[in-house]
């Protein structure tokens, strides 16, 4: 049976938090409650086991217990929905792939790690507080499937305003955003640099340095990269976490279909 989650209360906490998905799940519920119909949270359940949905505009997130199957109901949501990126469990994601409509593409966990390098970093072209029309800029070079402007502008200040994002800017040419902080796990996200700035390494520097910030507070960071992005965050010496699937759709045009450059 699927249900339409109606508060906060109706989460399983305890579950949510065993995965970056989960987590996710968590901050958007915190941030937009279950008031709204474009972030739309759901209970699954069956004889087999529980698990949650959260779909926000075109991403569906799937998080279950290790008992709950791939029902037909379940597999009929998506068909219904029809989101362009589907991700969460892989257990049930491997048994809802709809081959007509969705291609399976890897992802890989990263933990950020710091170096002694990064105490010479210059945290004064920092920008802990940016103009958000600039960070899209930005973003729109980095990821030329973004959303549209008032989209992201009106989501990502919404979750800054109630403490469950943060965006920065380095040298007014790199971006980074805290996509969630709970309980002692950032997810990091959309990074980009501008093309005009791409090989300055501002990236690689600006990474280093989230990875050290972070870690002096006590807190574990990571990032999401598909394949295209891999080989750039193992030079840098992250750590792989492990590496998951993640759903998107053939039918539409974006430019990740192709090329598989969004992050998160």
Known sequence: MIKLI???????????????????????????????????FYKVTDETGTGFMFIINSTLIICADEK??????????VSMNMPFRVEGDNRILRNIADSDHYQVLNRTIF???????????QEEYVDFNPHLPDVYKILSEGFPNISDFSLWYTDTSHRCRHGISRVFTYRDS?????????????LIGQVATKLSCRGSGYAREFLKWLA?????????AFLLALDVRVSFYREIGFKEIETE????????????????????
């Open 6 to 40: 109606q508060n906060e209360n109706e989460l399983d906490r305890q579950l949510l938090l065993k995965s970056l998905s989960g987590r996710k799940m968590l901050a958007y519920m915190k941030a937009y409650g279950a008031g709204y119909d474009f972030c739309r």
């Open 68 to 77: 709950l199957e791939a029902t037909d109901e379940l597999k009929f949501f």
């Open 111 to 121: 933990e950020l790690v710091p170096d002694e390098k990064t105490r010479e970093f």
């Open 174 to 186: 790199t971006t980074a955003s805290v996509v969630f902080d709970i309980e002692d796990e950032v």
């Open 212 to 220: 050290y910030l972070f870690n002096n507070l006590g807190k574990r």
């Open 245 to 264: 699937i993640v759903l998107e759709r053939y039918d539409v045009e974006k430019e990740s279909v192709t090329k598989g450059k969004l992050q998160n």
